[in-house]
């Protein structure tokens, strides 16, 4: 690697010359990998682990369990869960993540240990009345998030879902992203329940609405044809989940240029069911995958999100790192081991069976994670 964290040279040990000042590890019967790519956590989370029903079978009542335990959560306890969440990452062999959180305190963990990734900060306001309140609040936390963004940590903008998030501020939202070149990321067609409100105006969110006196309107349009109703698909766009979608919809995102972010062991622990990886692929939509949060999986294992979406092998590994870099539009600086990329670099035990161990984790050149002994 070079003196900032590019790749020099690849290949096999007799072909690269050492330059003189590098620092050499010999690792006999590991693997070299480009540095996996999660892309989609909620690592402000990750301490709440042990205190959310992992299977409540009503995924609103989920929601608002969420909600509450997040209220009942210390900023300084945010950041202590960014923290161990991004060294997880990274132990397990995970060297970029696209993060969806309303805290901040992932901005700070990266940029505090040196990760990379991008922080999509989420508003919420589903009372046309909030708009005013959340932009305010939006825009004064992406000002402070962006003092702390560098080449290897972005801030995003995350309207999060259409159940939380009214049509105005989708817009505003939206707006302000593009204006100011920020990258998007929504949470997009995971649950029946999420398309019955959308389309109908009805089910359990329509419920909800009802008892806190906001208008509800039925769109008779699927979740992403409403999102593209409201200009909210783009290039700069991280569709997530996208389970409930037909084919009028992957032609939707496929035209806006959009990419997905596939979750198939949350979608399947929460009992929303599969989303159409294929028919994604075959549109040749962009798409990653993402290990969701600890609350709704139990542990971030990308391997085994890699296993669930039926991909093995090679299929897998590209799975997690260059289509990853193509979902986050990061796939000229990092995903693969070329001269010149980023040095997102792994190196784990052969995986005849099981689990790999993480051997060393390194990030723009720099290590971050080594089990001492080798
Ligand atoms: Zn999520």
Same mark, same amino acid.
């Given at each position: 690697?070079?003196?900032?964290?590019?790749?020099?040279?690849?290949?096999?040990?007799?072909?690269? =010359?050492?330059?003189?000042?590098?620092?050499?590890?010999? %690792?006999?019967?590991?693997?070299? @990998?480009?540095?996996?790519?999660?892309?989609?956590?909620?690592?402000?989370?990750?301490?709440?682990?042990?205190?959310?029903?992992?299977?409540?079978?009503?995924?609103?009542?989920?929601?608002?369990?969420?909600?509450?335990?997040?209220?009942?959560?210390?900023?300084e306890?945010?950041?202590?869960?960014?923290?161990?969440?991004?060294?997880?990452?990274?132990?397990?062999?995970?060297?970029?993540?696209?993060?969806?959180?309303?805290t901040?305190?992932?901005?700070?963990?990266?940029?505090?240990?040196?990760?990379?990734?991008?922080?999509?900060?989420?508003?919420?306001?589903?009372?046309?009345?909030?708009?005013?309140?959340?932009?305010?609040?939006?825009?004064?936390?992406?000002?402070?998030?962006?003092?702390?963004?560098?080449?290897?940590?972005?801030?995003?903008v995350? =309207?999060?879902? =259409?159940y939380?998030?009214?049509?105005?501020?989708?817009?505003?939202?939206?707006? %302000? !992203?593009?204006?100011?070149?920020?990258?998007?990321?929504?949470?997009?067609?995971?649950?029946?329940?999420?398309?019955?409100?959308?389309?109908?105006?009805?089910?359990? %969110?329509a419920?909800?609405?009802?008892k806190?006196s906001?208008?509800?309107?039925?769109?008779?349009?699927?979740?992403?044809?409403?999102?593209?109703?409201l200009?909210?698909?783009?290039?700069?766009?991280?569709?997530?989940?996208?389970?409930?979608?037909?084919?009028?919809?992957?032609?939707?995102?496929?035209?806006?240029?959009?990419?997905?972010?596939?979750?198939?062991?949350?979608?399947?622990?929460?009992?929303?069911?599969?989303?159409?990886?294929?028919? %994604?692929?075959? !549109?040749r939509?962009?798409?990653?995958?993402?290990?969701?949060?600890?609350?709704?999986?139990?542990?971030?294992?990308?391997? !085994?999100?890699?296993?669930?979406?039926?991909?093995?092998?090679?299929?897998?590994?590209?799975?997690?790192?260059?289509?990853?870099?193509?979902?986050?539009?990061?796939?000229?600086?990092?995903?693969?081991?070329?001269?010149?990329?980023a040095?997102?670099?792994?190196?784990q035990?052969?995986?005849?069976?099981?689990?790999?161990?993480?051997? @060393?984790?390194?990030?723009?050149?720099?290590?971050?994670?080594?089990?001492?002994g080798?």
């Open positions: 690697m070079t003196g900032d964290g590019r790749i020099a040279a690849v290949g096999a040990n007799a072909d690269v =010359p050492t330059p003189h000042a590098a620092r050499v590890f010999h %690792f006999p019967d590991a693997e070299l @990998l480009p540095g996996l790519i999660n892309c989609h956590t909620h690592l402000e989370l990750t301490q709440l682990g042990g205190g959310v029903k992992h299977d409540e079978p009503e995924f609103h009542k989920w929601i608002w369990h969420v909600r509450t335990l997040k209220d009942a959560t210390s900023a306890a945010f950041y202590e869960a960014a923290l161990a969440g991004v060294r997880e990452c990274w132990a397990r062999g995970v060297t970029c993540i696209a993060e969806t959180g309303s901040g305190a992932v901005m700070r963990a990266l940029h505090d240990l040196g990760g990379r990734g991008i922080v999509y900060h989420e508003t919420f306001g589903p009372d046309p009345a909030q708009c005013a309140g959340s932009m305010a609040e939006l825009e004064a936390a992406v000002l402070q998030l962006r003092r702390l963004a560098t080449a290897q940590l972005v801030v995003g995350s =309207p999060h879902a =259409p939380s998030v009214s049509a105005p501020l989708y817009r505003a939202s939206v707006a %302000f !992203a593009r204006r100011e070149g920020l990258p998007l990321a929504v949470h997009i067609a995971e649950s029946q329940a999420e398309t019955d409100f959308v389309r109908d105006g009805a089910g359990p %969110f419920t909800l609405f009802g806190r906001i208008p509800v309107e039925a769109q008779h349009r699927s979740p992403i044809a409403y999102l593209a109703q200009g909210v698909l783009g290039r700069d766009t991280l569709c997530i989940h996208c389970v409930q979608v037909d084919d009028a919809d992957v032609e939707l995102l496929r035209a806006a240029g959009a990419a997905v972010a596939h979750c198939p062991l949350s979608n399947a622990a929460h009992g929303h069911g599969r989303a159409p990886y294929d028919r %994604f692929r075959n !549109a939509v962009p798409i990653g995958l993402g290990t969701d949060s600890v609350i709704s999986v139990g542990e971030l294992d990308l391997w !085994a999100e890699a296993a669930a979406a039926g991909l093995g092998g090679e299929a897998a590994l590209r799975a997690l790192t260059i289509e990853g870099a193509r979902a986050l539009g990061w796939d000229s600086e990092i995903g693969s081991l070329e001269v010149g990329k040095g997102d670099v792994v190196v035990t052969v995986r005849p069976s099981g689990r790999p161990t993480v051997l @060393l984790t390194v990030v723009s050149g720099k290590i971050v994670h080594h089990i001492s080798q």
